[in-house]
T-cell receptor, first 112, second 114 residues
Framework: EPEVTQTPSHQVTQMGQEVILRCVPI?????FYWYRQILGQKVEFLVS????????KSEIFDDQFSVERPDGSNFTLKIRSTKLEDSAMYFC??????????FGQGTRLTVV | AQSVTQPDIHITVSEGASLELRCNYS??????LFWYVQSPGQGLQLLLK??????LVQGIKGFEAEFKRSQSSFNLRKPSVHWSDAAEYFC????????????FGSGTQLTVLP
């Protein structure tokens, strides 16, 4: 069964550093997403990406964040100058748009 | 703006007992509704979805959910809970009648007693 894969499973970074979270969406999907879940809180939408550009983004997704599809398979989330409050589980997801979203296992980001 | 409310933060049931997890949504049109489950240290797994048609939908692991437009609800049910069902359950609604930009509820933590 096809699945969304994310690497790494856990990333520890120092405050102020840049991190890149990587995702391989399901191959025939067209829409790609990043969500995050701060410990003990709701899963929150960050951004959706379609046709090589951002289609929607939330208020959380400010200039600190960027997304890219550098090749035909990977989808990345870059966080510049990380802050302590960026510590969270980051989920990548993909779908065809009108079908259900499939989520990866998540990357736990810890900023120290 | 759309929103999802899961009024029960934590539910405890005995193994073999029935289960109902509540979900209420706020959305101006016919919503796309989902239930996801998250086991400890795991990602989000889709249990079931409602897009249109039959308001009683069947999902994986013996779960079902009923869409009630009049009550703006999409409650998740299971007739007999297994110990492996212990997890956190999230209800979600999709933007603009699609599965894009999901809004999640705050989750219900399910504990199953032996």
């Amino acid at each position: 069964e096809p699945e969304v894969t994310q690497t790494p499973s856990h990333q520890v970074t120092q405050m102020g550093q840049e991190v890149i979270l990587r995702c391989v969406p399901i191959s025939n999907h067209l829409y790609f997403y990043w969500y995050r879940q701060i410990l003990g809180q709701k899963v929150e939408f960050l951004v959706s990406f379609y046709n090589n550009e951002i289609s929607e983004k939330s208020e959380i997704f400010d200039d600190q964040f960027s997304v890219e599809r550098p090749d035909g398979s990977n989808f990345t989330l870059k966080i510049r100058s990380t802050k302590l409050e960026d510590s969270a589980m980051y989920f990548c997801a993909s779908n065809q748009g009108v079908t259900e979203a499939f989520f990866g296992q998540g990357t736990r980001l810890t900023v120290v | 703006a759309q929103s999802v409310t899961q009024p029960d933060i934590h539910i405890t049931v005995s193994e073999g007992a029935s289960l109902e997890l509540r979900c209420n949504y706020s959305y101006g049109a016919t919503p796309y509704l989902f239930w996801y489950v998250q086991s400890p240290g795991q990602g989000l797994q889709l249990l079931l979805k409602y897009f249109s048609g039959d308001t009683l939908v069947q999902g994986i692991k013996g779960f079902e959910a009923e869409f009630k437009r009049s009550q703006s609800s999409f409650n998740l049910r299971k007739p007999s809970v297994h110990w492996s069902d212990a997890a956190e359950y999230f209800c979600a609604v999709g933007l603009s009648g699609s599965a894009r930009q999901l809004t999640f509820g705050s989750g219900t933590q399910l504990t199953v007693l032996p």
